[in-house]
């Protein structure tokens, strides 16, 4: 007999993002927000307010897209807290 574990279940798809000065804010699917500071993401840290908040959610919700920055983020990375690489510092 098999014993299944029963794995905890994690939305991944965002329906809205709001912005603040110091961090960004996405409203899951399940009801969660998720809060994220500017500097755990390089090259928002580093962008302008406004190249910050020009913001499209693509994937029915499951990324970001940062058309002036070249940079795209899955919600589910962001959700299970993984590391964002400085490709800017490691070139």
């Not at 996405?26 to 840290?45: A, H, N």
């Not at 919600?75 to 299970?80: F, I, R, S, T």
Request: hydrophobic content about 40%; glycine content about 6%.
């Amino acid at each position: 007999m098999s014993i299944m574990k029963k794995e905890e279940s994690f939305s991944f798809v965002a329906t809205s993002i709001t912005f603040s000065e110091d961090q960004f804010s996405l409203f899951l699917v399940d009801g969660r927000t998720l809060s994220i500071p500017y500097e755990l993401v390089p090259s928002l840290s580093r962008a302008s307010k406004a190249a910050r908040e020009n913001c499209e959610l693509l994937g029915m919700g499951t990324s970001l897209h940062w058309p002036e920055l070249d940079e795209d983020i899955s919600v589910e990375g962001l959700v299970l807290g993984r590391k964002i690489i400085d490709w800017e510092k490691s070139a």
